[in-house]
């Protein structure tokens, strides 16, 4: 019922900047928080940021300082900016909302993922 859209993942270089963008749409009420994980191979998934609907932010250590996550509410839309990419940074970004469907129930959802390649 609930469709998230990505872009912005590709290949770019060390010390380059990113920015990915999440859209979410279909049967949703209301928008609890939205954010961004990742998972590299044969690693388990992890968060990267996220923001909630009262503006709070959660960032992991790893970015810290060079990223930044934002929301647009009315369009149901995040987008995360990351600088200073690194070779570790490389991973498959995944988007994640969690959302009332109705004015009681609530679910996580899932984009489908961004390869995000960081390399020279």
């Known amino acids: 019922q609930v469709q998230l859209v990505e872009s912005g993942g590709g290949l770019v270089h060390p010390g380059e900047s990113l920015r990915l963008s999440c859209t979410a749409s279909?049967?949703?009420?209301?928008?609890?928080?939205m954010g961004w994980y990742r998972q590299a191979p044969g690693n388990e998934r992890e968060l990267v940021a996220t923001?909630?609907?009262?503006?709070?932010?959660n960032y992991a250590d790893f970015v810290k300082g060079r990223s930044a996550i934002s929301r647009l509410s009315a369009q149901n839309m995040v987008s995360l900016q990351i600088n200073s990419l690194k070779p570790e940074d490389t991973a498959v970004y995944y988007c994640?909302?969690?959302?009332?469907?109705?004015?009681?129930?609530?679910?996580?959802?899932w984009g489908q993922g961004t390869q995000v390649t960081v390399s020279s």
């Open positions: 923001v909630n609907a009262g503006g709070g932010t």
């Open positions: 994640n909302a969690r959302v009332y469907s109705t004015n009681t129930d609530w679910s996580d959802y």
């Open positions: 279909g049967s949703i009420f209301r928008v609890i928080a």
